[in-house]
């Protein structure tokens, strides 16, 4: 199935084509060009790819004051200013969408390049090449992290982000108070203890990693910010063993996790100092997916893994 899907034709007179090629200005040689608008199918706003008619290039507009997923209570204004700085930090250290603009009278949008090529969920489902892609992610995820360390670390954070998942899936009193006390057993852990924080993605999902010409790109930046750097792996790593599990052995996804964790790591000390922590993000991860929608069993299945990651405290 298709990402996106064609809304219709704009032309001179519409006002945020007008402001569009006006930003633009001469990446656009015919300002009387017509632009063709797409919008994506799957996405916590509204997100539109704008297809400049003959120009040969497109942008991205993602409007933040148009939430389409679970979260609706924010500052729409304030988020459109940290993901459009985040990403200006971000385009000096890694590949990714360029911000080119952003616009608080028109639903608080931000417009970015478009990133065309193969998504990691193709290389996962195609299960081509995808050892080296995952090389490849490994490298730009470290690459991020250690550019952007700094000398704080606000644990409460990470488990503010776990509890919001939980009550977002409204568990019966019985499994939420065993979430409860397996997050406290952490709490009191050394396992999540760091001195440190990274500017992480923190929505590694396969389809916000984009392969173009040998070039790995990380796009959707609105949820970024100051974490544990393991963040990005626990959940990448639920991910990839959520798409094997859905094709039948979750098991097949444990190669393709230690050779992901492994180019990450600088040496095998570092390597067992992750996989310490992992358990805890990968468990955040599990919860993230469960939070989409399952069929009962399904949705059981991701809980039991949740749970049994969080059992790995120490």
């Known amino acids: 199935m298709s990402r996106e899907h064609f809304v219709n034709t704009i032309t001179r007179g519409h006002k945020f084509r007008d402001w569009l090629i006006e930003v633009l200005d001469d990446r656009v040689q015919n300002k009387e060009c017509a632009v063709n608008v797409y919008k994506f199918n799957i996405s916590s706003h509204t997100v539109c790819r704008y297809e400049l008619v003959d120009e040969g290039f497109s942008v991205v507009a993602k409007f933040l004051g148009e939430p389409k997923g679970e979260t609706r209570e924010y500052n729409p204004c304030d988020v459109m200013e940290n993901e459009f700085e985040n990403l200006k930090k971000v385009n000096e250290i890694i590949n990714t969408s360029k911000p080119i603009a952003r616009n608080k009278d028109f639903n608080c949008v931000i417009v970015i390049e478009y990133v065309s090529g193969k998504s990691l969920m193709w290389y996962m489902e195609h299960e081509k090449h995808l050892d080296s892609r995952l090389s490849e992610i490994a490298e730009l995820l470290r ?60 929505d590694v999902t396969p389809l916000n990693y984009i392969f173009q010409n040998d070039k790995v790109y990380a796009i959707d930046f609105e949820s970024s910010g100051y974490r544990n750097r393991i963040h990005d792996l626990g959940v990448l790593c639920a991910e990839i063993k959520n798409h094997f599990a859905l094709k039948g052995s979750g098991q097949r996804a444990e190669p393709y996790i230690r050779h992901f964790l492994w180019e990450y790591s600088k040496d095998e000390e570092e390597f067992y100092k992750i996989t310490v922590t992992l358990p805890f993000y990968m468990a955040y991860g599990w919860l993230r997916i469960a939070r989409l929608g399952w069929h009962p069993d399904y949705y059981n299945y991701l809980l039991k893994e949740a749970k049994s990651c969080l059992n790995a405290v120490k």
């Open 143 to 202: 690459k991020l992290h250690d550019n952007t360390k700094m000398n704080f670390y606000d644990k409460k954070k990470e488990f503010d982000d776990f509890q919001w998942n939980l009550d977002y899936l409204h568990l019966d009193a019985h499994t939420r108070n065993k979430f409860d006390e397996l997050l406290g057993k952490w709490w009191n852990s050394p396992q999540v203890n760091e001195e440190c924080s990274y500017l992480i993605h923190r």
